[in-house]
T-cell receptor, first 112, second 110 residues
Framework: NAGVTQTPKFQVLKTGQSMTLQCAQD?????MSWYRQDPGMGLRLIHY???????DQGEVPNGYNVSRSTTEDFPLRLLSAAPSQTSVYFC???????????FGPGTRLTVL | GQQVMQIPQYQHVQEGEDFTTYCNSS?????IQWYKQRPGGHPVFLIQ?????EVKKQKRLTFQFGEAKKNSSLHITATQTTDVGTYFC??????????FGKGTMLLVSP
């Protein structure tokens, strides 16, 4: 099992550009989520999904969109990148919403 | 999710010393999870505590959940350099959402 995979590992964007961060898991987990990690702020939940076709907002959803068309994939879209979105993004999955989460390796995003 | 406060923010110990990090909430937690993140790495799930007063051990790590379910602690006995990283607690009271504390960064000098 590859676990949770994320691409790309690093990305530099200019303000106003859009992009999609990819996340996939091969553990047949129903629950998937996206977090951003900023220095001194811990991990903050952006969006989450409890199953294919179902998504909901977390603590900091503004500027991000998600969709969940399959159990395996949960992409995160930045609509119009802003410097405030410079961060490390982690995707995670678990067998159930209350279970321990498996994190991907992260995407380090810089917005200039 | 509720807000969980972690203390200390940072601790530097000599190898062989013990280390404890605390996670506190003003309201009752349904359960608490602990994660470890090595420098440059991703968070790794360590354990989940559910019951009041629960104590669980993983080798040199001891996890406790308070009797009132408002606090939790992680204690490492005789730290090693491999224990370096940031330790996070996370509140699962929101059921579908986890609220993470800001973490305790542990540095261990040989």
């Amino acid at each position: 099992n590859a676990g949770v995979t994320q691409t790309p590992k690093f990305q530099v964007l200019k303000t106003g550009q859009s992009m999609t961060l990819q996340c996939a898991q091969d553990m047949n987990h129903e629950y998937m989520s996206w977090y951003r990690q900023d220095p001194g702020m811990g991990l903050r939940l952006i969006h989450y999904s409890v199953g294919a076709g179902i998504t909901d907002q977390g603590e900091v959803p503004n500027g991000y969109n998600v969709s969940r068309s399959t159990t395996e994939d949960f992409p995160l879209r930045l609509l119009s990148a802003a410097p405030s979105q410079t961060s490390v993004y982690f995707c995670a999955s678990s067998y159930a919403p209350g279970g321990g989460q498996y994190f991907g390796p992260g995407t380090r995003l810089t917005v200039l | 999710g509720q807000q969980v406060m972690q203390i200390p923010q940072y601790q530097h110990v000599q190898e062989g010393e013990d280390f404890t990090t605390y996670c506190n909430s003003s309201t009752t937690l349904s359960n608490i999870q602990w994660y470890k993140q090595r420098p440059g790495g991703h968070p790794v799930f360590l354990i989940q505590l559910v019951k009041s007063g629960e104590v669980k051990k993983q080798k040199r790590l001891t996890f406790q959940f308070g009797e009132a379910k408002k606090n939790s602690s992680l204690h490492i006995t005789a730290t090693q350099t491999t224990d370096v990283g940031t330790y996070f607690c996370a509140d699962n009271s929101g059921y579908s959402t986890l609220t993470f504390g800001k973490g305790t960064m542990l540095l261990v000098s040989p």
